[in-house]
């Protein structure tokens, strides 16, 4: 089989449908080279050998021929030999895999060099400095990634050597320097690993190789997988591709560029560069780039020159070579490029990471550029990504004590205790603490603190640095290289002109602006802007399953309304018991020895449901409001702690011994298949009534108060058919004697949350006006998992890969879903008119909406922050 995919000019094998095979960089490597854009050749080594790599950890005798036939290739197109001669060839060596983990694997550039090879160079390129720089930087790079240095040791040589020189940049050592450095790079890494470095080009090649597929497996791309829901058998391809040289001198840089602003998504060319540099420099922060042109400035007195007056000439070839790729690729890409004497390459293009603002922008843009269509743009952006749009923001009212200013890496407001360390980031979250992660820069090695933390703050690197890449991947505020702040992580200090802040000490950062502010600001909630009222509004156009929400108060029902939601499809009435003043009331219905007790209990409850159910008819005027009836065993609102259930015996006027008595008598061993649901109804049918009394007087006086009302009434839990047959029964002579002459419409229908619902469907809707799905109830039923312990262990059956992910979070379409469609098919065979919807959490998750989509359900419901989620998630399912 075919382990190995050439690009060149003269021969190239993949493109940009093949990111399976060869990786995201692969394969847009290879469509970069049949375009004929300016692109190094090389050769891709796939994500298959990857794999089959990790099984074998060798590699087999085909992987290894393609290998040599693929570098001859690169050398006839170079002119170049690999190893030798007078003009040698030399190799970057790259992870890549199907989609981009930022910095989280390995990467080796001037693959080739030794004592020879070194002599060729410097003689070829005439410039000795140059080429004993990339032999140090080769051997520094190595030495990390292939042979398990610490990438301190070597760095902190090359530290001291510029002290005791007195210069504070690399850019001041000169080939004498760089030549000792080599002597004592070679000598460390001996006495360190007890090997010698490598020095024929073919095994340093392999070995690279190798430890790029290793990577595949290191801690931090492990952790990065976890966070991003990557597959850990996806392996990663590596990219072998003939070097270019951004540090042969001053007519020589290299740079990474936004097609557009990837904080905001304006339409502006966006970038950073360094002269005589190689790439690494700026994706890894180590020194502060410049701006590419006039509009990459965020600050106006910075005083270096922009690419574009630089070099005008490679600066104009790169814009035209960005139009191009944006409207092939139709998307805002990312492109790292290099200028080697004056002459421009391609060493990268993809899709870029962007923020859920930029990325609406961006889609709203493109269509009305002509270059997407309304559902190509609604396919780009991740319903989850929404999540970060609707990100607290500064309250702009509050003083803000402004202490240092960096740049806007990643917007929204975080504030919370500084840390150091991302250990300590992480540590501190578990215990609840709020932390803001502040370092000097970032490494991959932070993912976990910065996934951990409310926003990230760094004191050097660009916008493009590996912190502000992979904060706004992650929706986190973010402010990178403020260079007012000395951080010194070792004494876990942070110093700010002449004020000294340690860890522990609050401050809060706004990313949109990049200011660092002392203490705790105040935020406020996200606010809808046009962009997203147009985008969102393709959304509706395009999708045909509704969306409601699950809301309990006016409040949030408001909140749901704003976020486009089309009614209420699941209100919890049981979190409305919880409120001090009624849960008392609650006590005393629950230990009522008789009818008459418990429904003088449940008189004092009437009033405050009744007001509930008027604020939120009020607030979905005109639209459905689906109530649910009273579900969780009655065990969950007895008193716990002995004050409180003093303070009940005394309400009602019992001894504090009957108060015990009852709670040891209410104990279940399963209350969630126990006295619950419409089982409390069947038996105790006066709460039930109650509540319905309430919702038909909250109507019917609002009614009077000119609002549309359309309650929905829901019973929860039935198993049978019967249990319906009665309690519809019950429910709407309640409701005939309560509405008296007045005309009152209202639907009454059942939750479907048991297995055996769902197989009686049939039977159940002919009791039905609407079945809505507690999925759930249904999943941890369905399965026998219970939803309240299952956490404990469905961690490692979903790393094991025993099931595909939660299924309390997403849907498990082959068996749970199974159950929801049949029983929607059985439902509708039996009653033309029922309606169908789901209101358990998989409203609100994209796949699952999917799949609601396609058997046909009327509605999703989910929580007023999700709304928006769903309903692009339900344009998408028809596209
Ligand atoms: C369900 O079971 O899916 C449901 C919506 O009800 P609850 O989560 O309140 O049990
Ligand atoms: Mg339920």
């Known amino acids: 089989s075919k382990w190995v995919y050439s690009f060149s000019k003269e021969k190239t094998e993949g493109n940009k449908d093949m990111k399976n095979l060869l990786g995201g960089k692969g394969a847009n490597l290879a469509e970069m080279s049949s375009l004929g854009l300016p692109v190094p050749p090389g050769f891709t080594v796939t994500t298959e050998a990857c794999i089959d790599y990790q099984k074998t950890k060798s590699f087999n005798d ?51 060099l030794n004592d020879e090879t070194v002599e060729a160079l410097s003689k070829k390129s005439d410039n000795e400095r140059f080429a004993w720089d990339s032999y ?48 004592v790079y070679k000598q460390i890494i001996a006495q360190e690993t007890g090997k010698k470095f490598p020095t024929d080009p073919m095994e340093q090649l392999w070995l690279a190789i190798e430890a790029v597929f290793g990577s595949w497996d290191n801690p931090r791309a492990i952790k990065y997988r976890q966070l991003n829901g990557i597959p850990g058998d996806w392996g990663t391809a590596v990219n072998v591709q003939a070097m270019v040289f951004g540090n042969m001198g001053d007519d020589c840089a290299t740079g990474v560029c936004f097609t557009r602003d990837p904080s905001n998504g304006e339409k502006k060319f966006f970038g950073e560069y360094l002269v005589n540099a190689q790439g690494e420099d700026v994706v890894a922060g180590i020194r502060t780039p410049a701006p590419i042109n006039e509009c990459s400035k965020n600050d106006s007195n910075r005083s270096e020159k922009t690419l574009e007056e630089y070099m005008p000439k490679a600066f104009a070839e790169l814009t035209d070579l960005y139009q191009q790729l944006e409207k092939h690729y139709k998307d805002m890409q990312d492109i790292e490029f290099t200028i080697e004497a004056n002459k421009l390459y391609l060493l990268q293009t993809r899709n870029g990471k962007r923020t859920a603002a930029a990325a609406l922008k961006i889609a709203v843009n493109l269509e009305e550029e002509g270059i997407v269509t309304k559902e190509e743009a609604l396919m780009q952006i991740d319903p989850e990504a929404l999540n970060q749009l609707l990100h607290p923001r500064l309250d702009p009212d509050a003083t803000k004590n402004i202490i240092a200013k960096g740049l806007p890496a990643s917007p929204g407001a975080g504030a919370g205790k500084i840390v150091f360390h991302s250990d300590d980031a992480t540590s501190m979250h578990e215990n609840g603490v709020k932390v803001i992660l502040v370092r000097q820069e970032t490494s991959p090695e932070d993912i976990a603190g910065m996934a951990a933390a409310q926003a990230i703050l760094t004191a050097r690197g660009g916008m493009t640095s590996h912190a502000a890449v992979v904060a706004r991947g992650m929706g986190k505020p973010c402010v990178a290289g403020c260079s007012e702040i ?41 606010e809808i802007n046009a962009d997203f009222a147009k985008f969102m509004a393709w959304a509706d156009e395009i999708r045909t399953l509704r969306v409601r929400t699950n809301a309990d108060n006016p409040e949030d029902s408001e909140t749901a309304v704003k976020f486009g939601a089309e009614g209420i499809g699941l209100c919890r009435t049981e979190h409305m018991f919880f409120e001090p003043e009624r849960i008392l009331a609650v006590r005393e219905m629950i230990f009522a020895d008789s009818t008459s007790h418990r429904e003088k209990a449940l008189k004092k409850l009437l009033p405050y449901q009744k007001e509930d159910f008027k604020g939120i008819f009020k607030a979905l005027d005109g639209k459905p409001v689906n109530i649910r009836l009273l579900d969780p065993p009655l065990h969950e609102f007895l008193p716990h702690e002995l004050e409180d259930k003093k303070e009940l015996a005394e309400y009602i006027d ?39 009394t309430a919702i038909t007087q909250a109507a019917l006086e609002s009614i009077d108060e000119g609002v549309d009302v359309r309650p929905e009434i829901m019973i929860p839990l039935v198993a049978t058919a019967k249990e ?3 309690l519809r029964e019950i429910l709407v002579a309640t409701i005939e004697q309560v509405r008296g002459d007045k005309e009152f419409n209202y639907k009454l229908g059942t939750m479907i949350e048991l297995p055996r619902a769902a197989i009686t469907a049939a039977d159940i809707a002919t009791h039905a006006d609407f079945f809505s799905f507690g999925t759930n109830d249904l999943t941890q039923t369905t399965f026998g998992l219970s939803r309240d312990d299952a956490g404990r262990f469905l961690t490692e059956y979903i790393s094991k890969s025993v099931l595909p992910s939660d299924p309390f979070v997403s849907l498990d379409q082959e068996g749970v879903g199974y159950l929801v469609k049949f029983a929607t098919e059985q439902g509708r065979n039996a009653n033309k008119e029922i309606h169908v919807g789901i209101c358990g959490e998989h409203g609100g998750e994209p796949k699952s909406i999917d799949f609601c989509h396609r058997i046909g359900l009327d509605y999703v419901s989910c929580s007023p922050y999700r709304v928006p989620i769903a309903r692009l998630a339900a344009a998408q399912a028809v596209i």
Request: aromatic share 6%; proline share 3%; net charge negative.
């Open 62 to 112: 085909d992987i290894k021929k393609q290998v040599e036939e693929a570098l001859k290739l690169v050398e006839s197109s170079t002119g170049k030999t690999f190893g030798g001669g007078d003009n040698p060839l030399l190799f970057s060596v790259r992870s890549g895999a199907r989609v981009s983990m930022p910095g989280m694997m390995d990467t080796v550039l001037n693959l080739g």
């Open 136 to 183: 140090r930087r080769f051997i520094q790079m190595y030495a990390n990634v292939v042979m398990g240095m610490s990438h301190s040791l070597l760095e902190s040589t090359l530290e001291d050597l510029k002290e005791a020189k007195g210069v504070d940049s690399d850019t001041k050592l000169d080939a004498k320097d760089f030549k000792n450095l080599v002597k």
């Open 486 to 526: 000395l951080v010194d992580s070792k004494n876990r200090t942070m110093i700010v002109g002449d004020k000294k802040y340690v860890e522990g000490d609050f401050i809060t950062l706004d990313g949109g602006t990049g200011e660092v502010i002392e203490g705790e600001v105040p935020t406020l909630d996200a």
């Open 654 to 692: 019992v001894e504090l011994k009957t108060i015990e008595e009852g709670c040891e008598r209410l104990h279940e061993f399963n209350p969630m298949l126990g006295h619950r649901g419409c089982r409390l109804g069947i038996t105790y049918p006066e709460i039930y009534t109650m509540q319905v």
């Open 724 to 726: 319906l047959s009665i």
